[in-house]
């Protein structure tokens, strides 16, 4: 079943004050984006000018609400140096967590000093260049679930560690044991009560059901930023632990009325339509398939698995992760798909690693996928970092782009191997439908086509050319005007526009 909205989204969009210049153009502002989905070609991200626009970025957890446990911050600070960087790299989307437990400390009030700082963030971001996904994040369930100081766990099952996510006043584990298997966070029995509580829709605080207070939570953040371009949606849930077949049928509500709920506070502040991110639940990011059941929902949705097959285990990225991905996407009318996370340990970049990242982001190419990297910088106060020091790692290694000293905390600079492989040329904004891209990360060449495009409509293709030197125009078709300019940190905008509805181009 279909959810009908009476929304005329093209006409909106063009009336909220998209420019001639618009989305990831080099001089123009950030425009709204929505999605078009094709169950038969693969949905795809468009702006109003009907282009094709990937979203290529990292995650930035600097606002989430994490539990403690060690002596070293949970998080560092964002700043604009931070969104300088990422553009200079040639990122255009920033997927930025929030915790439900700042985002509403208490039942049904909402910490509007800590949207603020969400707001300044997007702001700092948008000046950049990067759109925002605002994700509201969790592992485990919640901060407050860590194993109480006098729990005892019968072998081989250990005390969990906290680690993030819902309020306490939301959080019904049943007094269940908070011990864990395996080291696998989510086998304790605490957090798997505290799901089966929130997809069941058990009444909290004041008689209102756990899920209708995270959608409407999810609703006053969709009528704060109704009206922000450079917020391009919402992710409603990070990693659901929905895996029995009530979970599943919970999880599916949950979606149908998170979604119904951000349209609503869009609507009350006279708002376009924003993408709105729906995931499968968190196996998903260890076996590589496994759709969530469908819901009630509009053309304006996005699938967004975490594409992590062979991150942690050391094997190759397989063609297989991103058809999976695609045909799940299918089954909810050929969604648009964004890997809201993906990534590897920092040591399989560069000239002695494996090539993962330079073949991850090749399948991202082919397959026309957004993508957005786990992760910007990472602190060794993480739950992360301390579970990987609680398994052995002595001291652990965070992820990220930058080198941390886990024996100080102290940031050592940028892991320039994976930067380089981080950085490649990919069309930012295609007009019509993307037919083919492909890049050279050794030479810097790229060859990108697309068809059906409109008239005098502008292509724009990042180029990092500080790595490989000032591309040269090898050949264009059914483009006029092509030109290369200037782009932050030394890379270039290769810019045309279309004289025909198909379109080449090739740099060398």
Known sequence: MRL????????????????????????????????????????????AKGREVLLRGVNVNAFVEY??????????????????????????????????????????????????????????????????????????????????????????????????????????DDDQ???????????????????????????????????????????????????????AGYDILNEPGAFSPSQQEGLSALYSESLAAIRAGERAAGGPAHLVLFEPASLWSAIGQGPPLDFVRDDGVVYAPHVYTGGFSGTPITRRAF????????????????????????SRAGPDGDGYFVDHQALQDEFHVSATLWTWRESCGDPHKVSDARNGANPPVPWGEFEVDCLTNEILGEREDLVRDLMRAYPRAAPGRLASTLYDPATGSLRVSGTHASPDT???????????????????????????????????????RTTAPAWHLELE
């Open 458 to 496: 502008e292509l724009v293709v990042f180029h990092p050319a500080a790595k490989h030197g000032r591309p040269t125009i090898v050949s264009s078709s059914g483009l006029r005007d092509v030109a290369v300019s200037d782009a932050p940190g030394g890379a270039v905008w290769v810019t045309g």
């Open 177 to 231: 044991p908070r011990c864990i298997l395996g080291g696998t966070r989510e086998t304790s029995p605490a957090v798997t009560s505290s799901w089966d509580s929130f997809f069941a829709n058990e009444p909290g605080p004041g008689g209102v059901g756990l899920r209708t207070r995270y959608a409407n939570m999810l609703g006053h953040l969709a009528r704060r930023f109704a009206n922000q371009p450079a917020v």
């Open 323 to 346: 058809e999976i991905a695609v045909e799940e996407a299918a089954s909810f009318d050929g969604a648009p798909v964004l890997t809201g996370e993906w990534g590897a340990s920092p």
């Open 4 to 47: 009908v909205v009476l929304v005329l989204v093209l006409p909106l969009l063009l009336s909220a004050g998209c420019s001639d210049t618009d989305t990831a153009s080099p001089d123009g502002e950030l425009a709204f984006l929505y999605a078009e989905p094709d169950a038969n070609e693969g949905g795809r991200i468009v702006d």
């Open 67 to 172: 539990w403690s446990g060690n002596e070293f911050p949970t998080v560092f600070p964002f700043t604009e140096s931070d969104a300088e960087r990422m553009s200079e790299i040639g990122w255009n989307a920033v997927r930025l967590l929030l915790s439900w437990s700042r985002v509403e400390p208490e039942p049904g009030v909402y910490d509007e000093a800590y949207l603020d700082r969400i707001e300044d963030a997007v702001e700092v971001l948008a000046r950049n260049g990067l759109y925002t996904i605002l994700d509201l994040h969790q592992d485990a369930w919640s901060a407050t679930l860590a194993a109480r100081p006098d729990e005892v766990c019968e072998p081989p099952a250990e005390p969990a560690l906290g680690w993030d996510g819902a309020p306490a006043w939301a959080t019904f």
